[in-house]
């Protein structure tokens, strides 16, 4: 299967791809959180040259970090609850 993703630049030439309905947040140079449809934190990460440091993640959150390319992709949708449609 596969997802429908958009692409987030962030600092030191990373890359977030996420589904759309992932918003992401941050409010200093390399500080982010990704935030569901339901405003949970899904994830919460520092980035830097060299390091991708993972803070917080829910437990239904997939991803891969691909650091050849300073890709972060997160390979899971976001679950949808049926009073959220």
């Given at each position: 299967?596969?997802?429908?993703?958009?692409?987030?630049?962030?600092?030191?030439?990373?890359?977030?791809?996420?589904?759309p309905?992932?918003?992401?947040?941050?409010?200093?140079?390399?500080?982010?959180?990704?935030?569901?449809?339901?405003?949970?934190?899904?994830?919460?990460?520092?980035?830097?040259?060299?390091?991708?440091?993972?803070?917080?993640?829910?437990?239904?959150?997939?991803?891969?970090?691909k650091?050849?390319?300073?890709?972060?992709?997160?390979?899971?949708?976001?679950?949808?609850?049926?009073?959220?449609?």
């Amino acid at each position: 299967m596969i997802i429908e993703t958009v692409e987030h630049k962030l600092v030191k030439n990373w890359t977030l791809v996420a589904h759309p309905d992932y918003q992401l947040y941050s409010n200093d140079s390399n500080n982010y959180i990704v935030v569901d449809p339901d405003n949970s934190i899904a994830l919460h990460f520092t980035i830097d040259n060299i390091e991708v440091d993972i803070k917080h993640i829910t437990w239904e959150v997939a991803f891969k970090i691909k650091i050849d390319t300073k890709t972060i992709i997160i390979t899971s949708e976001p679950e949808i609850f049926d009073e959220d449609l």
